[in-house]
């Protein structure tokens, strides 16, 4: 089997565990794991986030948002450009007013209504999704290599994090050269700060 194929079979996996998880629950452990966000000195010291809102089955990252604006944070979130195939990023600072259901009905910022963020540079920090990871930081996303793009075009390096349920955490995750391991893995249970071994 190749990668992709191998890739495509854990993501089926994971996603079908995730989605088994009573909707109450995935909000109850979301909240845990996204107030261990919010306690990295990473994210207190950071005063440009990236982060991205949910849908489907993820883990609910809108009252991380939300945190992060009242925070007094610099608030980006992606909006997926189709005709270059890459994320463009823009500022938000209202979650109820700033985002509309966009491609695939996930909810992205209105263009008319925020800032878009030309050059990309000033990012201190990324809540990274994803479907499944290691402990050591590898990330396996959705296979459309969004968030390889754009950190590929960024030109210093964020503390870049994944929170996830304990679920989404395996043991290996076939790699190839583009994919981009992530510094820290926050789930339910632990949170762990990853090997740098891929800068």
Not at 54 to 62: I, W
Not at 159 to 168: D, I, S
Not at 181 to 195: D, G, K, Q, S
Request: net charge positive.
């Amino acid at each position: 089997m190749n990668i992709q194929a191998r890739k495509q079979t854990l993501r089926q996996r994971i996603i079908a565990a995730r989605e088994n998880l009573a909707a109450s629950e995935r909000l109850r452990l979301s909240n845990v794991i996204l107030r261990s966000v919010s306690g990295l000195p990473a994210y207190r010291q950071a005063a440009t986030v990236l982060g991205y809102l949910n849908f489907g089955a993820e883990l609910a990252t809108e009252t991380w948002v939300e945190q992060a604006l009242s925070d007094g944070k610099r608030v980006l979130l992606p909006r997926v450009n189709k005709a270059s195939k890459h994320l463009d990023l823009y500022q938000i600072n209202d979650l109820q007013r700033d985002v509309a259901p966009g491609l695939w009905g996930i909810r992205e910022p209105l263009i008319e209504r925020c800032i878009k963020e030309e050059v990309p540079g000033t990012i201190d920090f990324v809540l990274l999704p994803g479907v499944a990871f290691t402990r050591n930081g590898k990330r396996l996303g959705y296979g459309g290599g969004f968030y390889d793009r754009l950190l590929a075009r960024l030109p210093h390096r964020p503390a870049l994090v994944a929170a996830a349920f304990g679920l989404q955490v395996v043991a290996d995750i076939p790699l190839e050269d583009t994919d981009r391991a992530v510094e820290w893995l926050v789930t339910e249970n632990e949170i762990l700060r990853c090997n740098r071994e891929r800068e």
